[in-house]
C-alpha cells in the first residue's frame, strides 16, 4: 500500500495533507473516467488472479467471457491475472472489446496481455468504483477476498437501490455453496430480506448465465448500440478499436 495512503488510513492529518490526498483521489477518478468514457456497454467478470491458464476456471471463464461478448458487450476486469486474464482473453478471442482497471500493489499486479484499454489506480475504492460504474451485469468467479468485496459491493449496492438492479451472476455452485449458506443464515437471522436471495443467481451452466445477462439487460436497459457513446475528437476522445 502507497505510503500516503497508510497514513491518510491512520487518522486525522494536517488539513493539507488531507487536502493533497482528496486532490490525488480526484486525478485517478479522473484519470478512470477519461481511460473508459467510451468503453461502451460492459459486462464486469472478478475473479482470482492466481488461477493459471491449465486451470479449470481458466478455461470455463474464458468461454463464458467469449459468449457475453459476443452480445456485444464489452468484458471488464481488474486488468491483471488469473480469471481476470481469462476474461479478457475469452473476449479477444471472438474480436469483442476487453478493458482493464488494474490496481497498483507494492507487489506488482502486472496488466494481461489481453487489454483493448487499460487505466492503472492506486486505489481500491476508486478501482471498484470505476468497475462498477460502466457496467450492466456482473460475474463472480471463483476467488479470494478481493473477489468477494467487489461482489458484496455490487450486491448491496444493488440492494440498496444505488444502481440499478444489474443481473449477478455467481458462477460454480460447489466453490461457492459454503458462502451461500452463510447467506442462508443471514435469511434466517432476519439480517437480510428473503427477497435479497433474488438479486443473484448461482450456476454452473454457461449458456444458463449468458441467457439471464442477455434478458436482463439488452431489451430491460435499451442497450447495443444505442448506449454508445461517440468521442469528440477535439478533445481528443476516441473509441475502442
Keep these: 500500500m502507497p505510503t500516503k495512503e497508510i497514513e491518510f488510513l491512520e487518522g486525522p492529518q494536517s488539513r493539507w495533507e488531507e487536502f493533497k490526498f482528496l486532490n490525488a483521489v480526484l486525478f485517478e477518478f479522473m484519470k478512470g473516467l477519461r481511460a473508459l468514457h467510451f468503453v461502451g456497454p460492459c459486462v464486469t467478470i472478478f475473479g482470482s488472479a492466481r488461477f493459471k491458464e491449465e486451470h479449470p476456471y481458466y478455461k ?3 468461454g ?8 456485444g458487450f464489452t468484458i471488464m476486469t481488474g486488468g491483471g491475472p488469473g ?5 479478457n482473453k475469452g473476449a479477444k478471442s ?22 483493448d484499454r487499460s487505466v492503472n489506480i492506486r486505489y481500491f475504492f476508486v478501482r471498484k468504483t470505476l468497475l462498477i460504474k460502466y457496467s450492466y451485469a456482473f460475474v463472480v ?24 438492479s444489474f443481473p449477478i451472476v455467481i458462477f460454480d ?18 439480517t437480510i430480506s428473503p427477497l435479497d436471495l433474488g438479486l443473484y443467481m448461482v450456476t454452473d451452466n454457461i449458456e444458463e448465465a ?3 445477462i442477455k434478458n436482463n439487460t439488452i431489451e430491460r436497459f435499451g442497450l447495443l448500440p444505442k448506449k454508445r457513446i461517440n468521442p469528440l475528437s477535439f478533445l481528443g476522445e476516441r473509441k475502442l478499436k
Design 83 to 87: 480469471l481476470m486474464e481469462a476474461a
Design 60 to 62: 470455463v471463464t474464458e
Design 173 to 190: 455452485k460447489e466453490f461457492h455453496q459454503k458462502l451461500m449458506d452463510y447467506v442462508e443464515i443471514l435469511k434466517q437471522k432476519n
Design 210 to 212: 449468458v441467457t439471464y
Design 141 to 164: 468467479m471463483p476467488g479470494g477476498f478481493g473477489t468477494l468485496d467487489e461482489f458484496f459491493e455490487a450486491l448491496t449496492l444493488v440492494q440498496t437501490k444505488k444502481i440499478s
Design 94 to 115: 471472438v474480436g469483442g472489446k476487453s478493458v482493464g482497471c488494474n490496481i497498483v500493489l507494492p507487489k506488482e499486479q502486472y496488466a494481461n496481455p489481453y487489454l
Design 64 to 71: 463464458l467471457s467469449a459468449l457475453i461478448a459476443q452480445l
